[in-house]
Nanobody, 125 residues
Framework: QVQLVESGGGLVQAGGSLRVSCAAS????????MGWFRQAPGKEREFVAA????????YYSDSVKGRFTISRDNAKNTVSLQMNSLKPEDTAVYYC??????????????????WGQGTQVTVSS
């Protein structure tokens, strides 16, 4: 069992930066692919970024590539998403997710086993 708790959301102006983090409990964190998803009002949850078990590989959606950076610290059981050059369309609830014992990065919601409760990110224009 893995529990995920996000933190760091908030309100920021367009062009600004924000960092959201996720703390994971459980002994399988280092064996898990970790991902970030987001869901805006009235829209489906969408993939944002994912990182491999050892942090050596990352993958981003086209909409955030070059602006967001995902990272992880397996010693601290944390994964973070640094968001720069934020746009109003980045406004959403951001969710951390874990796929246990995964060998490859995965990008769909159905691929992930555990989810956090989400943290709100609001970007004003």
């Amino acid at each position: 069992q893995v529990q995920l708790v996000e933190s760091g959301g908030g309100l920021v102006q367009a062009g600004g930066s924000l960092r959201v983090s996720c703390a994971a409990s459980g002994r399988t964190f280092s064996d898990s692919v970790m991902g970030w998803f987001r869901q805006a009002p009235g829209k489906e949850r969408e993939f944002v970024a994912a990182i491999s078990r050892n942090g050596g590989s990352t993958y981003y959606s086209d909409s955030v590539k070059g602006r967001f950076t995902i990272s992880r610290d397996n010693a601290k059981n944390t994964v973070s998403l640094q968001m720069n050059s934020l746009k109003p369309e980045d406004t959403a609830v951001y969710y951390c997710a874990a796929r246990e014992r995964a060998r490859l990065i995965v990008t769909t919601t159905a691929d992930y086993d555990y989810w956090g409760q989400g943290t709100q990110v609001t970007v004003s224009s």
